[in-house]
């Protein structure tokens, strides 16, 4: 299936190679125009296709898809355990935000919290040019104080399954998250979009309450997960359901969007065929569970081809990298046309049992549009590491705890006067042009950590557990997995790479929502000579000066990193 060999030669800077690894008869790869249809032509998209190389061309279709989002400080009972929560618009999740891939979304955000700021940021999506939509607290932003209202412009360039969630403190893990979904071809064909299958595990207090015990025990078990906002708990709460008709085959797009928890994913008896890692089309290959750490994305077709009947569609917390107090019941339930909605008594496949911290297989995950990695031009070594400071476990990256400073974020600082930086601020400045940048982030700690990097996919060069990278480490730089979030594994390194083609001020931090609390984050300084251009400063100022008012006035108390 891999077409390594017509690769060779092909990789240039700046001007990625590319090649399509296609199941698709060559007649199919478009230099016409062709109708996208899920079932007959998914790879098809007007004037584009799936083996478009977005990343230098994607559609600009004029549309502008307008969003109000309001966040809401409420009470729900996602599992039938009522608790405090703080939400978009009411509900966990929050609204999905759907475009087509060319669209532009326009997201108008109303802080209707009394006592947190906030910020939203829009995961995966490489905000290409539009670093300050990017919606990091201290870095792309000031918090959006209470009551104000933010206005965020991206450009979806990308397309495939993502998700939007707070990037202010410890908020997303109260409830600010949603789906986002951008229509666009397929790597393979499937009959009805199911649409997004959002799981997480949940916590019966906030995690400002808990904050304290993470910071000196560890993590704290969450008492359970859920699968789109929804599980049972003791006698209370309800699990999702969703039909199946016998013969049909659908695309589910599945995101984890926990605080703490990896899962294996899996419905009882039936396979799926993946088709995409992240925003990033593979050529697909068919297993029977699925590994997905926190914030990965995967897209999964599923055929009902099994005798009707009701079956369990599981979210199993990986005991290797967590703790969860419901096990082997965070579970929802898929039930065929024409029999009754029951609790299924299927059993889960052989695969589902095995609990481990382990990506999906680098040699699966082949993107569709295959690129090459070039050779390193900047090269830089991370070494995460955790030290205890007044009793509170503090990560470090090369020494140091990262701690933002709302007040004054990073865009700010840099289209303003390019002014110095503090060692807590832990970044890495990038001003080469269009090079290939890798970082090895590698750690001697037995834990494992899903990287996530802004602005840039990046290419997953090599990872090894057990091990100390050297420079004879093997690399693929052959149309390697390229996605947004990668397990560090244990006791080992990452290695990562992309080019420095998108001037911005971008966070890379480890996605465990402990983590990046207490500190285990980076920030690229990426080509700053040519950010101001790409801002509007008066914005940026203006979230700034209601920031720092509200601040000066009120009682802000800032007890961790603050992304
Ligand atoms: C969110 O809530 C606001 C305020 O009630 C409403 O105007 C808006 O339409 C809602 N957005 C979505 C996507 O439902
Ligand atoms: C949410 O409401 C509770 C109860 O009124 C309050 O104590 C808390 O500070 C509020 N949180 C935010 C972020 O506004
Ligand atoms: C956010 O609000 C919660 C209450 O909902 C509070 O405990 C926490 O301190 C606030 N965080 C910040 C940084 O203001
Ligand atoms: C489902 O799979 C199990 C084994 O995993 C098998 O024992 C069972 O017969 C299958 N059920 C159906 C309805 O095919
Ligand atoms: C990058 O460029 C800035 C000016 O834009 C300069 O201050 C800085 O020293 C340069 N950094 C490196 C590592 O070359
Ligand atoms: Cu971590």
């Known amino acids: 299936m891999r077409t390594s060999s017509l690769l060779s030669g092909l990789s240039a800077l700046g001007s990625l190679a590319l090649v399509a690894a296609a199941p698709f008869a060559e007649s199919n790869v478009l230099s016409k125009r062709c109708d996208f249809d899920s079932a007959a032509s998914p790879d098809c998209w007007g004037d584009y296709s799936l083996s478009t190389n977005w990343y230098d ?18 009470t729900l009972a996602p599992d039938g355990v009522e608790r405090m929560v703080l939400t978009v618009n009411g509900t966990i999740p929050g609204p999905t935000i759907t475009a087509d ?57 990308q397309y495939g399954t993502t ?25 393979a064909p499937y009959d009805e979009d199911k649409g997004l299958i959002i799981i997480n595990d949940w916590y019966h207090q906030t995690s400002d309450q808990l904050y304290a015990a993470a910071s000196t025990s560890g993590p704290p078990t969450p008492e359970n997960g859920l699968i789109n906002g929804l599980n049972v708990y003791g006698d209370g709460g309800s699990r999702f359901e969703t039909s199946f008709t016998s013969g049909t085959s659908y695309r589910l797009r599945i995101v984890n969007t926990a605080m703490d928890n990896m899962f294996k994913f899996t419905i009882d008896n039936h396979t799926m065929t993946v088709i995409s890692s992240d925003l ?19 897209d999964v077709v599923v055929k009902a081809d099994q005798a009707a009947g009701n079956y369990w569609m599981r ?20 039930t065929y046309d024409g029999v009754d909605v029951a609790e299924p008594e299927s059993e889960a496949w052989d695969s ?15 993107p569709f549009v295959a690129l090459d990695a070039g050779d390193a031009v900047v090269e830089e070594v991370l070494d995460i590491g955790i030290s205890i400071v007044n009793s ?76 100390t990278f050297t420079t004879d480490a093997s690399l693929n730089l052959v149309n390697p997995p390229r996605r947004d979030v990668v397990m560090l594994p244990a ?73």
């Open 163 to 187: 998700w939007y969630h707070s990037h202010f403190s410890l908020q997303a893990w109260n409830g600010v998250f949603g789906g986002i979904i951008i229509n666009g071809p397929a790597s």
């Open 392 to 467: 509170f476990f503090k990560w470090t990256v090369n020494s140091n705890t990262f701690l933002s400073d709302w007040g004054t974020p990073t865009l700010q600082k840099v289209i303003s006067d390019g002014s110095t930086y503090t060692a807590e601020e832990n970044i890495i400045t990038l001003n080469e042009t269009n090079k290939w940048v890798y970082l090895v982030i590698e750690s001697q700690l037995g834990l494992t950590h899903p990287i996530h990097l802004h602005g840039h996919d990046f290419f997953v060069l090599g990872k090894e557990s057990g091990a």
């Open 57 to 74: 061309d994607a559609p600009d279709t004029g549309v502008i898809r307008e969003y109000w989002l309001q966040l809401v400080n409420t």
């Open 315 to 334: 979210s199993i917390p990986q005991l290797s990298c967590g703790s969860n107090g419901m096990t082997l019941n965070i579970k929802a339930i898929v």
């Open 491 to 563: 006791s080992g390194y990452v290695a990562i790479a992309f080019v420095s083609d998108n001037p911005g001020v971008w966070l890379a931090h480890c996605h465990i929502g402990w983590h990046t609390s207490q500190g285990f984050a980076l920030q690229l300084v990426e080509r700053a000579s040519e950010i101001a251009a790409t801002v509007d400063s008066k914005v940026v100022d203006d979230t700034c000066a209601a920031w720092n008012a509200y601040a000066s006035a009120g009682a802000v108390v800032q007890e961790d990193s603050g992304v």
């Open 280 to 298: 990033v089309p593979i050529v697909p290959y068919e297993t029977d569970t699925i590994f997905i750490g926190i914030g990965q994305r995967y």
């Open 101 to 157: 891939w060319g669209d532009t979304v326009v997201v108008h955000v109303h802080n209707g919290l009394q006592d947190n700021g906030t910020s939203i940021h829009w995961h995966g999506i490489r905000q290409f040019g539009t670093n300050e939509a990017d919606g990091v607290a201290s870095i792309t932003q000031c918090p959006a104080a209470p009551g104000e209202d933010l206005t965020y412009t991206w450009k979806a360039t």
């Open 352 to 366: 589902a049992s095995v609990d481990d911290c382990l990506d999906e297989l680098s040699s699966n995950l082949v």
